[in-house]
């Protein structure tokens, strides 16, 4: 067993530019040229248009745009809006979900596959289950689920999941979460102008709109997309671009939302659509993933996934993609003019992310079934005007194990002999391992690539830095393909561990890295904290557990930043958020919030070091708390 390096990554990258050059494609690799060095007004969050007296950019010259808003305000204006754009995006995304949920139906489309949770969600809801119909019950919680985003009055009811302490944070502070729609309304609000300019507003709206998201939105997209599509448990996958089948029609799923993946697998996989592939000299059909959408149907029905962010034009440039079909978020413009350039059809499927050079297929839960299906008829027919002479697929990838929600996770520890036998359901034999110091701790890697940083290897050095030093990681979103496609999720990865970590990985029988979803998903990693901290009786901020993006780049990673932190938990960051331009929000943010939340931010640009400051920041808990 071995890895596969980034060196490999990136020569195979290097041959799949070559048939790009031949056919005149443009690349990120390119674009970034173009675009460096970046402007340091905006880089640094001083250049303020939102009026139209402006824009106003603040130097040493000219301390104060035209309204007299000084570098503080214009800087955390700019960070809280970023927060609401990302907050509202994942958050958009649980409300979709919310409305497949509404439209479940025995006979329908889709239905519900994970009645427990259902049941489940039901009681924390408040929804009457006795002697009722399962998809009454799923309506009337959707609903409920819905009503999340606009009510009037009251506060996020997830946040009821949190232990009584990050409670009592949270309206000590003021953060605890309202209404969805009103936290991202209000940042639009505040930073309007003529409102906020104070920092400790602003900021604090921000970690509020997060957790709005964290404890609300993703949520619910996490919790109703495993109702309807089932709750992940472990389960074999492959990753990298070597999963794509040069014999078969290869559909490429892209984006977020798991509504439209999941029909696309359900089609792709009948006998109807196989024996028409054949019929048209294809050997067979391969559905393979790139982003979340992938991490969702890699999680639940183990599609292999073919890249993560960065890889998105990749799996153009292979020749062999008959189509990419996408949802929202993540995705590249650039796949119009890019597919164009070979016989790819460039699918778009939402009305929330249409795209120039694309054809628009709308998808919609009513009609899903038929709008898969000719999507997948369409790949199909394109399979014979494939350019044999541009098919190159690297012959590379790895076998990964994935499906670690909590449910299994819980379910796997059950398994392990321990002093806690009577008890099931319980993380302590996971917190007895970290309390023996068998386990020193654990980082929860998320987000994205950035050309900012070597793509994927400050994710993967990071990760065997830490499973050396017997730190286990939970993962999600672009950080979880990039551990897929290095082997890091293959068991045998336990050899790369220090002793301790190995004897876990044994133990439990799982992979040292644990695939916990799509970046939605962060929320399970915050249930999980939450379970951890009642079970063992510290306060989340005491758990030996540190937060880490080192490539991240969208809103969405900030809004997830800040309620990771907002949670108490410390977030590590390999790239700037656009703040350093203030000293006070800055300060704020790497130092600041400890005050408010008992967590904060630390940027470092040098991978190496983050990794020291994570294990060292898991050291000094673990002294805290005399273990
Ligand atoms: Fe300039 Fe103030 Fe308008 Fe911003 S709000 S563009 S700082 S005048
Ligand atoms: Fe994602």
């Given amino acids: 067993f071995k890895l596969t390096t980034v060196e490999e990554f990136e020569a195979a990258t290097e041959r799949l530019l070559e048939t790009g050059a031949k056919v005149g494609a443009d690349s990120w690799q390119l674009r970034v040229k173009n675009q460096t060095p970046h402007c340091k007004f ?56 919310a409305h497949t949920l509404h439209e ?3 006979d329908g489309n889709y239905k519900v596959k994970d009645p427990e949770k259902l049941l489940r969600l039901a009681a924390e809801f408040g929804v009457e289950t006795e002697g009722r119909d399962i998809y009454d019950v799923a309506h009337e919680v959707a609903e409920a689920g819905l009503m999340e985003y606009g009510k009037p009055f009251g506060y996020q009811v997830f946040t009821k999941r949190a232990p009584e302490h990050t409670q009592e944070i949270w309206d000590r502070e003021e953060i605890r979460p309202r209404a969805i729609d009103r936290e991202v309304s209000c940042a639009l609000h505040m930073t309007h102008m003529g409102c906020s300019s104070k920092p400790e507003a602003l900021i604090r709206q921000s970690l509020r709109a997060g957790l709005s998201d964290g404890w609300g ?17 472990e389960v074999e996958t492959e990753a990298n671009l070597g999963v794509m089948v040069a014999e078969n ?18 089609y792709a996989d009948s006998k ?4 028409y592939a054949k019929s048209m000299g294809a050997q067979g059909i391969t559905v393979s993933g790139v982003c979340c959408t992938s991490n969702e ?5 183990g599609i292999p996934m073919a890249g993560n962010f960065l890889q998105q034009e990749n799996v153009v440039l292979t020749g062999a993609c008959e189509a990419i079909v996408v949802d929202v978020q993540c995705i590249f413009p650039a796949l119009g003019p890019l597919s164009k350039c070979f016989h790819t059809k460039f699918i778009t499927t939402s009305p929330v992310a249409q ?6 297929i709308r998808f919609n839960a009513k009609t899903a079934g038929e709008n898969a299906k000719q999507i997948v008829k369409m790949a199909i027919e394109n399979f014979k005007n494939r350019k044999p002479e541009l098919v190159h697929i690297p012959d590379m990838k790895q ?80 950080s979880a393909q990039a551990a897929a496609k290095a082997g890091l999720m293959d068991k045998r990865a336990k050899d790369l561990c220090g002793a301790g970590l190995k004897r876990v990985c044994e133990l439990v029988d799982i992979p040292p890295v644990l695939h916990m979803g799509s970046c939605v998903d962060i929320s399970r990693m915050m249930v999980l904290a939450a379970r951890i901290a009642k079970d063992s009786g510290w306060n989340i901020s005491q758990i030996p557990l540190v937060g880490c993006a080192p490539e991240w780049m969208s809103e969405k990673a900030v809004s997830i930043g800040n309620y990771v932190v907002g949670t108490g938990i410390d977030t590590y960051l390999g790239v700037e958020p656009y703040a350093y331009g203030s000293e006070e929000v800055d300060g704020l943010l790497k130092g600041g919030l400890t005050d408010w939340v008992e967590a904060c931010y630390t940027v470092e640009h040098d991978i190496d070091k983050l990794g020291d400051m994570m294990i060292e920041r898991i050291e000094e808990k673990r002294t805290a708390l005399g273990i």
């Avoid at 559909?251 to 509504?259: A, F, L, N, T």
């Avoid at 890697?445 to 900012?452: A, D, E, L």
């Fill in 104 to 106: 479940a139906a025995a």
């Fill in 399 to 478: 076998k990964a194990v994935v499906g670690y929600s909590v449910e299994q996770i819980e379910k796997k520890l059950d398994g392990v002999t321990n002093t806690h036998v009577d008890e099931t359901g319980t993380m302590m034999p996971l917190v007895d391992c970290v309390k023996a110091g068998v386990l020193r701790g654990a980082v929860a890697m998320v987000g994205c690539n950035n050309p900012k940083v070597r793509p994927d290897a400050a994710h993967i050095e990071l990760m065997k830095k830490l499973i050396a030093n017997d730190i286990i990681l939970v993962v999600s979103g672009c």
């Fill in 297 to 301: 149907v890699a999680m639940r029905r």
């Fill in 217 to 233: 939105g993703s949520m619910m997209g996490t919790e109703f997309s495993d109702v309807l599509f089932g709750t992940p448990r």
């Fill in 42 to 97: 905006g880089e640094s969050g001083v250049c303020c248009r939102i009026c139209s007296m402006g824009p106003c950019r603040i130097t040493k010259k000219a301390p104060r745009g035209i309204c007299g808003c000084d570098v503080h305000g214009i800087v955390g204006r700019n960070y809280l809006r970023f927060t609401a754009g990302g907050s509202a995006t994942h958050s958009d995304h649980g409300r979709e979900i």
């Fill in 355 to 360: 795209m120039p050079d694309s054809d628009f």
């Fill in 272 to 275: 109807e659509m196989i024996d």
């Fill in 249 to 266: 029609v290869n559909i490429v799923v892209h984006g977020h939302d798991p509504s439209l993946s999941e029909m696309i697998c359900e």
